[in-house]
Nanobody, 125 residues
Framework: QVQLVESGGGLVQFGGSMKLSCAVPGLTLGYYTIGWFRQAPGKEREGVSCISSSEIPSFYTDSLKGRFTIFRDSAKKTVYLQMNNLKPEDTAVYYC??????????????????WGKGTLVTVSA
């Protein structure tokens, strides 16, 4: 059973920064695309970002570009989502997911192989 260990959520002020971590000790990162979805209160789940097996990042929401960065540490088997200049509309539960190698091209929740339990990020105004 593959476990995704998410950490780093919490409360942050408007304009602040936060880094989410997703450790996947049971996998070799180079064989998967790993990333994040989020779901804000009362809204549909949306794709945030992922990093491919060849470490190419993708972002799926225009409002995040330039503020969020995704990277990985293969030795630690951990993917990080660095979030800067956070806004109240970034408040959501962030879910780490693991998908097949080419899933960055069609970043869909139902197409993932493994899902984390989610971590809440709250941005205060």
């Amino acid at each position: 059973q593959v476990q995704l260990v998410e950490s780093g959520g919490g409360l942050v002020q408007f304009g602040g920064s936060m880094k989410l971590s997703c450790a996947v000790p049971g996998l070799t990162l180079g064989y998967y695309t790993i990333g994040w979805f989020r779901q804000a209160p009362g809204k549909e789940r949306e794709g945030v970002s992922c990093i491919s097996s060849s470490e190419i990042p993708s972002f799926y929401t225009d409002s995040l570009k330039g503020r969020f960065t995704i990277f990985r540490d293969s030795a630690k088997k951990t993917v990080y989502l660095q979030m800067n200049n956070l806004k109240p509309e970034d408040t959501a539960v962030y879910y780490c997911v693991v998908g097949p190698e080419g899933s960055w091209n069609h970043w869909d929740w139902d197409g993932m192989d493994y899902w984390g339990k989610g971590t809440l990020v709250t941005v205060s105004a």
